[in-house]
């Protein structure tokens, strides 16, 4: 008896932690194929999961911060989905490649020409976005999940730093460390090409001695067989003489 309630009462504590844990598997996210590096150009997924069993998700939108405006946003395409960028004048002067930029994509809105995402389904919605910002260490995306049966989900809760996640977290894209510049790279790449054209040149160098050694060997061997020969025949000629002698001295 005392065993199954044992056995009840940590099924129950199961439960419970997979409940709790849930919400924060299932949030629309944001994360970067590949860095997200600081000054630089990025692809980013937004991970849409469908928590719904009863219902797809039809509509995304994801809003874009203002307070460190991107220059350029560009969606790519998703089977089944039309996507709408909406775009608006920055706050504040805004430069790109030493050009004034007068417009920043405000929203991206994803609407789904068919059944969207179905119970059981997550999309990921690529966007390539850039310049990123240089003075921040990330930045939040505002997002609105809309389901079929007209239920809106607001992930637009700001996380803090120390605290517990929100129910209903925006998504945070992090920014990693600025990378090298192309002239750091490209003498990094010819470095590498001057280890790879002396490590070609030594092997080339140890093959040549490798065959000289070979032709070496080869050679010893051809003068020992020589000699071997030679002392071979001295030796059955000496044995010859020597029965003859003992021939003649028998007749004698």
Known sequence: MKASRIAAAGAVSGIAVLALSAPAFAHVSVQ???????GGYAVVDFKVPNERDNASTTKLEVSFPTDHPLASVMPE???????EVTKAKPAKPLESHGKQITEVVTKVTWTADGKGIEPGYFQKFPVSV????EDAD??????????????????????QEGQEEPETPAPVLKLSAAEEDAHGASGSSDAKGDDTEAAAQNTAADSSSDSGSGDG????????????IVVGAAGVA???????????GASA
């Open 32 to 38: 970067p194929e590949g860095a997200a590096a600081k």
């Open 77 to 83: 395409p998703v089977p089944g989905w039309k996507a």
């Open 130 to 133: 850039g310049a990123l910002p």
């Open 138 to 159: 990330q930045l939040v995306f505002k997002a609105i999940q809309t389901y079929s049966n007209k239920e809106v989900v607001r992930w637009i809760e700001v996380p």
């Open 217 to 228: 060997s080869d050679t010893t061997a051809r003068v020992l067989g020589i000699v071997g």
């Open 238 to 248: 000496y044995g010859v003489l020597a029965g003859r002698r003992r021939d003649s």
